[in-house]
């Protein structure tokens, strides 16, 4: 499929889809317009720097081609007391607002770019408004610019916002005159439910069931107390606190992972298993984390939430070193990789393990390093390079939500640099509280991948 080539259906028909798994997984954190995992706020908001002479009307006709190439953004969950199931719209017209930067702020530009995309990261978006793409624009001048594309989480994952934004540069090209890569043809997010459900009576289904049956039997996601208990009259108010861990920490802890024959989330798994222990002396640890879900190669163009909640039980009774608990960890989520089913399906058959989203008195933390791949090198495509914001520091009092919990999203930055961020709920943490986490786990990181073989207690 060339890029401006598209089918979708004719107006006047309604297309109705099964629920994916994770998508029935979201509808049971489904707390209204405000909260949970469809509010306002349930959103990834992502932003490049665009260097070149932004043409308005090709990127508005480029953000329309990719609406029309994805169902997945002009799809409602509908989400009835007797049945639930996703309807597919006709395309429609992407909400692009552009604005100039003002040209008196002495402020360095990348500080001012961050501002401005935290200031976005920061608003409402409503589900029930389609499609559930949105942009805005930016202008320092004719020829710096930054673009924050918003879509609604239930419509999408980190993974998906790199496949939109590289069918957005080749749609612009193509608008523009320019020559544009071939994008390759996408399988829509319907047919990934479909595929998903089918799958759920195979035979690979069956083994990975049986293997998290007796993996998580008696397990409980590991939670941790919070300033003040869940008050249910409270709408979440999700701050988050950013951070950057220098070249040093950075290059010793990628240096580690090589040595141990291990990816850098599964070292800084192993060392956030060592923070759990120390904070709460539980040697049995199960830290959730997400992975693509993208487990059949048909889905890697499709946009839509594929994403997947993974549970990592890791047990370090015995360990002595660091080094100890990095093999358990890396044993670990070579298993739970192995065995990546919808989550529904494993928390269906472990009914205790989801109990810590219940307490009131706790939260449940997920822990992710970021791998989606970045789609858009940093080339000019259609007299546009594009230039993601991934080195994020400033501080942010209200941020993007999340459904329950909180979340730590750490990214190894091309710069040499680690950056991180833990969402959280200010109604339930004291600032003071998070900032120490992340202190906490910075040390114990830097005491584990500089001395690896010291007794554990010392790490």
């Given amino acids: 499929m060339t890029v401006h080539e598209t089918t979708h259906a004719p107006d006047d028909l309604e297309i109705r889809t099964p629920l994916a798994f994770n998508q029935e997984f979201l509808c049971a954190f489904d707390n209204g ?20 002479a932004v043409d308005t009307d090709a990127l508005q006709g480029a953000l329309d081609d990719v609406v029309a190439r994805h169902e997945a953004l002009r799809t409602s969950i509908v989400r009835g007391a007797e049945e639930r199931y996703q309807r597919i719209h006709p395309p429609g017209s992407v909400e692009l607002v552009v604005s100039d930067l003002p ?28 499609p559930h793409l949105r942009a805005r624009l930016g202008r320092f001048d004719e020829n710096d610019a930054v673009l924050v594309l918003v879509l609604h989480h239930t419509a999408g994952d980190a993974w998906s916002m790199q496949v939109i934004i590289r069918d957005l540069a080749a749609h612009y090209a193509v608008r523009r005159g320019s020559q544009a890569p071939v994008l390759p043809d996408v399988h829509q997010y319907g047919e990934f ?9 195979g035979a690979e289904m069956g083994r990975a069931l049986e293997y998290w049956g007796e993996k998580l039997r008696d397990a409980r996601i590991l939670a941790i107390p919070t300033d003040r208990p869940r008050d249910g009259g409270l709408t979440n108010v999700y701050a988050a606190h ?35 222990h120390k904070k709460t002396g539980v040697t049995d640890i199960v830290v959730p984390t997400f992975t693509s879900g993208r487990s059949d190669e048909r889905f890697m163009e499709t946009v839509g939430p594929i994403f997947n909640y993974l549970t990592l039980r890791t047990d370090i009774t015995g360990c002595e070193t660091f080094r100890d608990v990095v093999a358990r960890t890396r044993a670990t989520c070579f298993e739970a990789y192995g065995n990546d089913i919808p989550f529904p399906l494993i928390a269906h058959g472990n009914p205790g ?36 914001i991934r080195r994020r520091v400033l501080p942010q009092p209200l941020s993007s939500h999340i459904p329950n919990g909180a979340l730590w999203a750490m990214d190894v930055l091309p710069s040499g640099e680690i950056a991180g961020s833990l969402k959280f709920d200010r109604n339930r943490f004291d600032e003071s509280t998070i900032v120490d986490l992340v202190s906490d786990f910075r040390q114990v990181l830097w005491n584990a991948v500089t001395g690896p073989d010291r007794p554990l207690r010392e790490i």
């Fill in 33 to 52: 317009e405000a909260d949970g995992a469809f509010g306002n706020r349930h959103t990834l908001v992502f932003g490049w720097r665009l260097s070149g």
């Fill in 103 to 130: 040209a008196d702020d002495p402020r360095p530009r990348d500080v001012r770019a961050e501002e401005f995309l935290n200031e976005l990261d920061a608003g409402t978006y409503s589900v029930g408004s389609l």
């Fill in 193 to 201: 439910a479909v595929w998903q459900l089918e799958s759920a009576a």
């Fill in 242 to 276: 950013r951070f950057v861990f220098d070249g040093e920490l950075t290059s010793a802890t990628l240096k580690f992972s090589r040595a141990a024959r291990s990816s850098a989330f599964m070292v800084m798994v192993a060392a956030y298993n060592v923070l759990l």
């Fill in 353 to 388: 393990l989801v109990s810590p989203f219940a307490d009131d008195g706790v939260a449940v933390v997920a822990f992710e390093v970021l791998q989606a791949p970045s789609e858009v090198e940093e080339e000019a495509i259609g007299g546009l390079t594009y230039s993601e």
